[in-house]
């Protein structure tokens, strides 16, 4: 049982170099999100998707952008990699967007450096 | 601005003994409250949650407590197991369809000591 699928786990990158990273759930969820985790701080919410079609801003979109390809997969594109952007990226998904007693399912993260 | 404030980074406890997990927020407009649990490599992992219109949640050896007036919410465990070692994330939501602006604090290292 899968869950929520992220790749890669690791990736280093040059600064203005661009990168897509991949997430994919196999829950037949209709929400799915994207987080970044930084030193001493909580998961912020860079996009979500409240449904197949859909996109919304989160607190810290810039530098970002996304695409819902399918119901199952959700993707974060680094356009022009900075060092502000060395991470870790946490890919989740949830039944239905906005209800807050559906908890979200996280994937196992992407750790990106960015040099 | 970190609306939810975690400020113990870590904890160590005895194996067998209480756990005691705490959690303050700024934002009186949340009402719903999670934690959540993470292993190294792993993603976070939900483990209980609190809605405004309760104080207490129970969950097997998990207990959620809220106090509105102080801003305060705190995970007991117990009692607490090796197993229990783990970062814990409170988070909170302003409004129970409003998970898209869920905020979460820094996390709290738990070490349970055999």
Request: with cysteine; glycine share 8%; aromatic share 12%.
């Amino acid at each position: 049982n899968a869950g929520v699928t992220q790749t890669p786990k690791f990736q280093v990158l040059k600064t203005g170099q661009s990168m897509t990273l991949q997430c994919a759930q196999d829950m037949n969820h209709n929400s799915m999100y994207w987080y970044r985790q930084d030193p001493g701080m909580g998961l912020r919410l860079i996009y979500y998707s409240a449904s197949e079609g859909t996109t919304d801003k989160g607190e810290v979109p810039n530098g970002y952008n996304v695409s819902r390809l399918n119901k199952r997969e959700f993707s974060l594109r680094l356009e022009s990699a900075a060092p502000s952007q060395t991470s870790v990226y946490f890919c989740a998904s949830s039944t239905r967007t906005g209800y807050s007693n559906q908890p979200q399912h996280f994937g196992d993260g992407t750790r990106l450096s960015i040099l | 601005d970190q609306q939810v404030k975690q400020n113990s980074p870590s904890l160590s406890v005895q194996e067998g003994r209480i756990s005691i997990l705490n959690c303050d927020y700024t934002n009186s407009m949340f009402d719903y409250f999670l934690w959540y649990k993470k292993y190294p490599a792993e993603g976070p992992t939900f483990l209980i949650s609190i809605s405004s219109i309760k104080d207490k949640n129970e969950d097997g050896r998990f207990t959620v407590f809220l106090n509105k007036s102080a801003k305060h919410l705190s995970l007991h465990i117990v009692p607490s197991q090796p197993g229990d070692s783990a970062v814990y994330f409170c988070a909170a939501s302003a409004g129970l369809y409003n998970n898209n602006d869920m905020r979460f604090g820094a996390g709290t290292r738990l070490t349970v000591k055999p």
